[in-house]
């Protein structure tokens, strides 16, 4: 799946970093980098855009207004330099806030929250699936192929078929770009596929080849999940 986007900004220096982004982001196409709102609305008129990375503070016509002067608006992704207009960003129904200057790392988490919505209204037709950064590389991981994940330090290990990566980013974090899906947390530091274990024997759960701690706060809710589904 890719998402056909646009970026509008009036700064060429924040265009260009946006453009560097998405381009090493596979699951988005790049259909136009815009200068200011009117060049966007052309492009939406005459393309079926899916997503915005907007900037709020610009001349002649704010990226608040113009977004809330189309009728069928695409989804959107606010950037500015300015933190006080997160509020009115959110009540436009937002998929995030990006203050600049921001990382890959931060764009790549929005990117993700975008995905997981756009997986969601195409469940029927479409693999849901993250991109994650590990070792400078992109990765492209399937949901459904997540055996299971856990908290490391300042990592999460991310386990998916005959494969681990390591991603910068927290726990907490990552459960929640993973959205709705099979993960079910058992651990305060590992979550698990219901859809990968083997057996439970005492307070460990056994996936693949690992032993993954039953943690006492999350087994009587775990356990309530799998006998729903016997």
Known sequence: MSISCIIVDDEPASREILEKYISDCASLNLVSSCSNAFEANEIINKEQIQLIFLDINMPKLSGIKFYKSLSNPPF??????YPEYAVEGFEVD???YLLKPFSFERFLKSVNKALNIFNQKNSNNH???IVLKSDKKLFRVNISDINYLEAIGDYVK?????????VHDTFQNLLAQLGESNLVRVHKSFAISLNKFEHIEGNMIKIKD?????????RADLLKIISSRA
């Open 94 to 96: 937002a998929i995030d």
């Open 158 to 166: 991310v386990d998916f078929l005959c494969q681990s990566i390591m």
């Open 76 to 81: 959107v992704i606010f950037t500015t330099a």
């Open 127 to 129: 693999v849901p699936f």
């Open 210 to 218: 690992k032993s993954i701690p039953i943690g006492q706060k999350y």
